[in-house]
């Protein structure tokens, strides 16, 4: 079945989707303030890191990537459906980026850092995902998880600080 919209059109509506300080990464981030942990998103390490993390926490030499379902392609997860035009195309580029991380996740961790990822779909339950995050980060015993997550204000930024 072809598309309904032309490919320039097409074009045009992919290019707005955010692929930086989307609102999955700055649920983590604030997530992991609140945890006591401390980062950086726009440092050096981010740009030079392979894989470029959405998060880098050198002190514990930890990144962390905040990975949307869909394009990453969640094992089992609902959202990582894949479209039924063009599905020749989808199937090679979703491959592609599968084995991008695959080899990004390796170089990181022959470097020496801690890798975890966080899919879009974990960040439904907080608890699950700060449990997750405390227990695969070096850390001191100053972080412990608080009591109700769920009651917090999570987004401690805006987009307008990273220039959006």
């Known amino acids: 079945m072809p598309d309904k919209i ?7 509506v992919m290019s707005r989707i955010p692929n930086k300080h989307t609102r999955p990464e700055l649920v983590t981030r604030s997530l992991l303030h609140h945890l006591g942990f401390r980062f950086t998103v726009n440092g ?7 894989g470029k993390p959405d998060i880098v926490l050198p002190k514990q030499k ?7 379902c869909f394009w990453h392609r969640h094992p089992n997860c609902k959202t990582a ?5 063009n599905k020749d195309y989808w199937l090679k580029k979703f491959a592609r980026n599968v084995e991008r ?3 990004n996740i390796q170089a990181l961790e022959d470097l020496g850092w801690q890798v975890v990822v966080i899919w879009e779909c974990e960040l439904k339950n ?3 995902v700060a449990s997750n995050l405390i227990s695969r980060m070096p850390r001191s015993s100053k972080y412990d998880l608080p ?3 769920n009651d917090l204000a999570l987004v401690a930024e805006q987009r ?5």
């Open 44 to 50: 050096p390490k981010n740009r030079q890191l392979p």
């Open 126 to 128: 907080l608890d699950t």
């Open 6 to 12: 032309s490919k320039l059109h097409r074009s045009w």
């Open 62 to 68: 930890t990144v962390v990537f905040v990975h949307g």
């Open 160 to 164: 307008s600080q990273y220039g959006h």
């Open 101 to 103: 991380d695959r080899q």
């Open 147 to 149: 009591e109700e997550l």
């Open 81 to 85: 459906t894949t479209p039924k035009t």
